[in-house]
């Protein structure tokens, strides 16, 4: 491939094996790739049967095969960088070092990936020999501190100085900009040094960090030497590298070797696939660094809640979108809103426009457990947003016989909520929980009158189809268990999932939109403030339930969406 025009969106491909548990290889780098703003590929060299706790086999399909995948990409798709990891043996790194020499890509960093963290080999010792001479088609290579002793042929460094030694070897000896890591260094900080040589003189970029109190590090260099090719292409914002703010005083990028890029760093190649005469600029790196680290550390301090596997567990790729905990959530809830959101609550609520009580204590919980139900429904949530109903609302192709034969179910099903929820507010341990399931059961009245005033006067009066029928019985029968946690773990998801649900249902409206009013309700900011109530009151619960009752209401919250999903679910006649 000659032809390069460059995108918005970088399109990053990465070479690498596999981790069934998602946390480093190949799964990780398409994570961290689209975390920070790419457009992942990905061609697989080995697949291994791992998890958190380590390797159990490696398998590795043909070299000839791995050649098929990389032309397959090559061949359709304009790769903006390469990301290499695992290579299992000689052969397949030979072939990715061909095909780096006949297609050029702009931009290539290659993580070593000799010995996972578990202790497990993840490169033949045949191979090493090619791995140090791939590092001449690199512009960037990010060893870990015992990959960098093998590549310069020496023991692994105990020191950090001693790392940045061997670092400045692997530079000279190769061309690249070598990433020193220090997260297998003992202490309490985790540094990381670009390290290159420039016209024969050796430079040195150090970004401090410091080290985040967690066991849950898998996968954290393949998730960073991904994110260094993403920034690296957007140039990490395009500013300028001033050189010599992170330096140590000794030893520092000169003004002369500062840079300002258009974009990325892909001009600072001079042939892909060749070794550079005057070698690389590494200062260029030093955005990217910046900020793949600030992401990487939000990563590892997200990490614990993952609660993936039982030994060194995945970071959090995706912490920036995800949703925060309940706990945080309900902060932010109560005090991220307008300030007027009270009154809209109290005009106009509902088990969907859910009222709450304006001053109702967020109980917050160590452990929430609304974090976790969240994630185990994620496929189920995921099932609703593909409804044709659901989908017909967000597009306003949903017929309106159909809309109004919904309302009416829902009319039904909102006056027997009420009275679960009055049987909440009775078996509330608080004041501020008895008042808030209160307001919200009148609320639920309040909306059941409303729709049916203005909008299904029209229509003779409904009989509770069985969807319905079965979801209030449920409510009813987990309420008759008269356990308040397990009762409102069961009147959540109503809540919830209508909120998440109108959220982004509301991004779809537009002043000619069939059902614009319908979804404005949905978005409404006190609805949501509401569902951040109900959700801490939840947690709290959970917080003071013994582990049997938390088990009570995690099946009572699974039931009520897959309920939630069988509403919407259900032929409207
Ligand atoms: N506990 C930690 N706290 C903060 N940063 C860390 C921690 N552990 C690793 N890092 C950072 O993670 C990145 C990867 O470094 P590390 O030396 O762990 O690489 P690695 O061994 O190749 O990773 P992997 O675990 O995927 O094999 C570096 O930026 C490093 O500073
Ligand atoms: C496919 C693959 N590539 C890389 C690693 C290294 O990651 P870690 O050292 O965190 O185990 C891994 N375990 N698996």
């Known amino acids: 491939m000659t ?70 990409v090559s061949d359709d798709v304009e790769i903006d960088a390469v990301k290499i990891g695992m290579l299992a043996n000689a052969e397949l790194a030979g072939v990715v070092s061909e095909w780096l020499a006949a297609t050029r890509p702009p931009l290539v960093v290659l993580d070593p990936v000799i010995v996972a ?8 010792p045949d191979g090493e020999a090619t791995v140090r001479r791939l590092c001449g088609q690199a512009d960037l290579v990010t060893p870990n501190l015992a990959e960098l002793g093998v590549l310069v042929g020496e023991p692994t460094a105990s020191e950090w100085a001693g790392a940045l030694e061997q670092g400045a070897r692997l530079a000279r000896s190769s061309g690249a900009t070598v990433l020193v890591k220090g997260g297998h260094l003992a202490g309490p900080t985790a540094p990381d040094a670009l390290v290159w040589v420039h016209d024969g003189a050796g430079h040195r970029l150090e970004v401090a960090g410091e080290r985040i109190a967690t066991r849950n590090t898998h996968g954290t260099g393949c998730s960073l030497s991904s994110a260094m090719a993403t920034l690296g292409v957007l140039g990490s914002g395009g500013r300028a590298v001033t050189g010599d703010d992170d330096a140590p005083d ?16 892909a001009g600072d190649r ?8 005057a070698g690389a600029d590494g200062s260029r790196w030093l955005p990217a660094l910046r900020d793949a680290k600030a992401w990487l550390s939000d990563a590892l301090r997200a990490a614990d809640a993952l609660q993936v596997g039982r030994g060194n567990g995945p970071i959090d790729h995706s912490h920036a979108t995800r949703r925060a905990p309940a706990a945080e959530r309900a902060r932010v809830g109560a005090s991220g ?20 009580a304006p001053d109702a204590a967020i109980a917050l919980a160590d452990a929430p457990l609304s974090a976790a139900l969240w994630r185990e429904t994620a496929t189920a949530r995921a099932a609703i947003d593909e409804l044709a109903f659901v989908r017909g609302l967000g597009d306003g192709t949903l017929d309106r016989g159909d809309f109004e034969a919904y309302l009416a179910q829902d009319v039904l099903y909102l006056g027997e909520y009420a009275r679960v929820l009055a049987r909440a507010s009775q078996l509330a341990p608080t004041p501020e929980e008895q008042i808030f399931w209160a307001t919200s059961a009148a609320a639920s009245l309040a909306e059941e009158a409303r729709l049916h005033h203005e909008r299904l006067q029209h229509r003779p009066a409904a009989a509770p189809s069985a969807t ?17 946690a397990e009762l409102v773990a069961a009147l959540l998801p109503c809540f919830w999932v209508y909120t998440d649900l109108g959220t982004r249902l509301a991004t779809r409206r537009h002043p000619a939109h069939p059902f614009d009013d319908w979804l404005a309700s949905y978005a409404d900011p006190a609805f949501a403030l509401a569902t951040e109530q109900a959700i801490g009151f939840v947690d709290a619960a959970a917080h003071a339930s013994a582990p049997a009752r938390v088990e009570a209401m995690r099946t009572a919250f699974l039931r009520s969406v897959d309920h939630e999903h069988a509403f919407f679910a259900q032929p409207f006649p």
């Open 117 to 124: 963290t578990s202790g497990d080999r993840l490169l033949r």
């Open 3 to 72: 032809r390069h025009s460059s995108a918005a969106i970088p399109r990053v491909l990465s070479i690498a094996g596999t981790d069934p548990t998602g946390g480093a290889g190949i799964q990780a780098d398409l994570k961290s790739i689209a975390a920070l703003g790419g457009y992942g590929m990905a061609v697989v060299t080995a697949l291994v049967a791992q998890n958190t706790r380590g390797v159990r086999s490696v398998h590795v399909p043909p070299a000839a095969f791995l050649r098929e995948q990389l032309d397959a």
């Open 337 to 356: 809103l307008p300030a007027d959101a009270h009154e809209a609550v109290a005009a106009d609520a509902s088990c969907r426009d859910m009222s709450a």
């Open 468 to 484: 319905t029928l079965a979801y209030v019985n449920h409510l009813h029968a987990v309420a008759a268990h008269g356990d308040y």
């Open 250 to 265: 000794d030893h520092h990028a000169t003004a002369g070797q500062a840079a300002t890029r258009d974009r990325g760093l």
């Open 270 to 277: 001079v042939a892909a696939g060749t070794r550079r005469d």
